[in-house]
């Protein structure tokens, strides 16, 4: 078969894929990928058809594939990362999104799941530092403040760091009621009850079921 002929196979398989024909596209990668195996493209983008289809174990082969094959693909280290994070299997996890930045410094989807498993494995201090590469990337960064901040008030009881973070998240997103609110919450812990007062009210009126969560 010809390269071409491979070719069209692939791409019936990504205009399936994208049609969320999964099956049809599953038969197209496989035909292809049974005339030519280290073909790279049919090979990622099966692995990350089955991510979305959770399909994790099967992920993760193909992609540790595409990776043996083509070592400096960033994305492909990530979404490898990524498989075997929803495998449990967190220190290889760890392995390839470190290696995914050593190709893409600036991919803040690594940084930022590097923050996520530290805070999740109470590795706090490392969690600081991969929010904070995350927002040197990606300063408008919102989840990453909002999870700072939480790390500065709950963890470190550093308020005004927390209060900080926050001002700056909410002038970027000022209709974000969890925002408001934990900003409110930083205020108080601080015992600057009236900035804490009207963040709440701002908050509460944004989204009412807050209302019983203000202390």
């Given amino acids: 078969i010809s390269p071409k002929e491979v070719l069209a196979l692939y791409n019936a398989a990504n205009a399936a894929y994208h049609m969320q024909q999964y099956d049809v596209a599953e038969t197209y990668f496989k035909r292809a990928l049974a005339e030519k195996p280290d073909h790279v493209e049919s090979l990622n983008n099966l692995g990350i058809m089955y991510m979305d289809l959770k399909r994790y174990d099967q992920a993760a082969s193909l992609l540790g594939k595409v990776v043996e094959l083509e070592p400096s693909r960033a994305l492909t280290w990530f979404e490898l990362g ?6 449990g299997r967190k220190d290889e996890a760890v392995a390839h999104w470190k290696e995914a930045l050593k190709h893409d410094p600036k991919l803040k989807e690594a940084t930022y ?3 996520r498993l530290s805070e999740d494995q109470e590795r706090y201090d490392d969690a600081i ?3 904070q590469k995350t927002l040197d990337i990606d300063p408008k960064h919102l989840n990453a403040m909002l999870n700072l901040s939480q790390i500065y008030g709950r963890v470190k009881q550093d308020y005004g760091g927390a209060i900080t973070l926050l001002e700056q998240a909410v002038k970027l997103a000022p209709n974000h009621a969890a925002l408001r609110f934990n900003l409110g919450m930083a205020y108080h812990m601080a015992g600057e009850e009236g900035s804490a007062q009207k963040s709440f009210e ?6 009412p079921s807050l209302r019983q969560a203000v202390p």
């Avoid at 990524?82 to 495998?87: F, R, T």
């Avoid at 701002?202 to 989204?207: C, E, G, K």
């Fill in 129 to 131: 530092s991969w929010y």
């Fill in 82 to 87: 990524m498989a075997k994070n929803a495998l």
């Fill in 202 to 207: 701002r908050a509460v009126s944004l989204d």
């Fill in 113 to 115: 799941n590097l923050a």
